[in-house]
């Protein structure tokens, strides 16, 4: 079997499914998407160290893949609608769904990763920026305002509030800091199925659409582009990218409505999931020194 890997295939859990409504979960399920939420950042705070110069994006789904295999999950993009990875890299002016391919970091680039693991039959997405060495100036400002964007999205969610007001919050926000949102994609439901209803468009009219209830379980995922709002996909019928190869940032969280707000479930205990984090000194340096 040399040359070969097992691509598992995830188990759907018994009567899990797309629907139109959107579904209200309880207690176990918030429990389900802690757990599977919390595995997610972990991976990606894991990525972290792999991102320098001359590190091939092929080294980030390897890492993925390992990940999810010492920790009981499945990467839910293996085998998904064709898609052959175990995440999606996306560098600088990719928008979104950029192939961890063999391609390598160069000093300077900005990247997403975004990863969904399934454990226990709950799917936890999220993705992250991450810089290699020193950023410059406007990518740092677009990466903060991407990740803002995405905040400033969740912080609107509570019950009685409109599906709308997240996106007008987004592309409000977006729009004062003289970047553009990206229309073309958006994020959505989750639980038991990757992509449920309802969609969460990262653009709209504050006061519109579905009342948000206690129980809701969804992604918010804005991509925020520093030049025009135009992009287009490569031949390879994934890759996104901009238009006028202007950047693009993406932060992602998966979050359930609570009763008098929301629950990120995909944060991490270091602070790693929001950009700008130092890290503190390795105390066992430290100690060596002294
Ligand atoms: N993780 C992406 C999202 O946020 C979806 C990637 S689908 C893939 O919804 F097939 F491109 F991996
Ligand atoms: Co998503
Ligand atoms: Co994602």
Redo the contacts with the bound molecule.
């Keep these: 079997m040399d040359g070969y890997i097992d691509v598992p295939v995830a188990p759907k859990p018994q009567g899990a499914c797309r629907t139109d409504s959107i579904k209200l979960y309880g207690p176990d399920a918030f429990e389900g998407m802690r757990r599977v939420g919390a595995l997610t950042a972990r991976c990606l705070d894991g990525v972290s160290d792999l991102i320098c110069a001359g590190t091939a994006l092929s080294r980030i789904n390897a890492f993925v893949l390992d990940f999810a295999a010492t920790h009981e999950a499945i990467p839910?993009?293996l085998g998904?609608?064709g898609?052959e990875?175990a995440?999606?890299t996306s560098v600088n002016h990719v928008v979104?769904?950029g192939f961890p391919n063999e391609k390598k970091l160069r000093e300077g680039d900005i990247v997403n990763v975004?990863?969904?693991l399934i454990h226990d039959g709950w799917y936890g997405?999220s993705?992250r920026m991450y810089v290699v060495g020193k950023p410059k100036r406007a990518a740092e400002r677009l990466i903060q305002i991407a990740h803002e964007a995405m905040m400033q999205g969740i912080r609107v969610v509570r019950p009685g509030a409109r599906l709308g007001d997240i996106g007008h919050a987004i592309q409000t926000y977006a729009h004062a800091e003289r970047c553009s949102v990206v229309r073309d994609f958006c994020?959505?439901g989750i639980g038991q199925v990757?992509?449920d209803s309802p969609n969460i468009l990262n653009f709209g009219k504050a006061g519109t659409g579905p009342v948000l209830k206690q129980g809701m379980i969804f992604?918010v995922?804005p991509m925020v582009n520093l030049g025009g709002v135009g992009v287009k996909t490569l031949p390879d019928n994934?890759t996104v990218v901009t238009r006028d190869r202007s950047l693009s940032a993406q932060f992602?969280h998966s979050i359930g409505v609570t009763s008098d707000g929301f629950e990120i479930f995909t944060l991490s205990p270091t602070g790693l999931h929001a950009p700008g984090v130092e890290l503190p000194p390795v105390s066992g340096e430290l100690n060596s020194v002294m």
Excluded: K
Aim: glycine share 4%; with cysteine.
């Design positions: 839910a993009t998904y609608e898609y990875y995440c999606c979104c769904h975004d990863v969904t997405d993705s994020g959505h990757f992509h992604t995922e994934w992602e």
